[in-house]
């Protein structure tokens, strides 16, 4: 069984930096791609960055580029979300996926973590 565990919301003011964190655990040989979605309020839920096993990062638009910078760490089976000069238009449920999960039972296993809540205050 695979879980996905987030970590690092919560409220900052306008301009201020948040880094999320998110750790996989089970029996994992492999993960294809990490990233980072979020949901706002009566919205959609939306990809803001992903990140492959070798590296490439893609950020979801304008929005966030230069604001935000996805890492990850493969032995650790770690991706991290580093958000600077945040705005209010940033609040949401940030939610973590991983995708393309090599286990001893599946080939492409997808998973979602439960969501962590940034509010980003005025």
């Known amino acids: 069984q695979v879980q996905l565990v987030e970590s690092g919301g919560g409220l900052v003011q306008a301009g201020g930096s948040l880094r999320l964190s998110c750790a996989a655990s089970g029996s994992i040989f492999s993960i294809n791609a990490m990233g980072w979605y979020r949901q706002a309020p009566g919205k959609q839920r939306e990809l803001v960055a992903a990140i492959n096993s070798g590296g490439s990062t893609r950020y979801a638009d304008n929005s966030v580029k230069g604001r935000f910078t996805i890492s990850r760490d493969n032995a650790k089976n770690m991706v991290n979300l580093q958000m600077n000069s945040l705005k209010p238009e940033d609040t949401a449920v940030y939610y973590c996926?991983?995708?393309?999960?090599?286990?001893?039972?599946?080939?492409?296993?997808?998973?979602w973590g439960q969501g962590t809540l940034v509010t980003v205050s005025s």
């Open positions: 996926n991983a995708k393309g999960i090599h286990t001893p039972t599946d080939w492409n296993l997808e998973v």
